[in-house]
Nanobody, 121 residues
Framework: QVQLVESGGGVVQAGGSLRLSCAAS????????MGWFCQAPGKEREFVAA????????YLADSVKGRFTISRDNPKNTVYLQMNSLKPEDTAVYYC??????????????WGQGTQVTVSS
């Protein structure tokens, strides 16, 4: 079992930055690939970024490449999403998840409660 708690969301102006954190409980965190997803009102949950269990491989959605970075600190049981050059269309609830190294939310077994990111124009 892995429990996930996101933090770091908030309101930021377009062009600004935020760093989301996802703290995990459970001794098996380091064995799980991790992902970040976002969901805007009325839309389906969308893939943002994924990172392998070791942190050696990462994959980003085309819409965030060059702006977002995913990383993890296994001794701290934490995964991060650094979000730069934010746009109003990035506004959504952001979720971290533990599961497979994949882009489909169906491949992830554990989810956090989400953190709201709002980008004003």
């Amino acid at each position: 079992q892995v429990q996930l708690v996101e933090s770091g969301g908030g309101v930021v102006q377009a062009g600004g930055s935020l760093r989301l954190s996802c703290a995990a409980s459970g001794r098996t965190f380091s064995s799980y690939p991790m992902g970040w997803f976002c969901q805007a009102p009325g839309k389906e949950r969308e893939f943002v970024a994924a990172i392998s269990w070791s942190g050696g491989s990462t994959y980003l959605a085309d819409s965030v490449k060059g702006r977002f970075t995913i990383s993890r600190d296994n001794p701290k049981n934490t995964v991060y999403l650094q979000m730069n050059s934010l746009k109003p269309e990035d506004t959504a609830v952001y979720y971290c998840a533990a599961g497979e190294y994949a882009t489909s939310p169906r491949k992830y077994d554990y989810w956090g409660q989400g953190t709201q990111v709002t980008v004003s124009s």
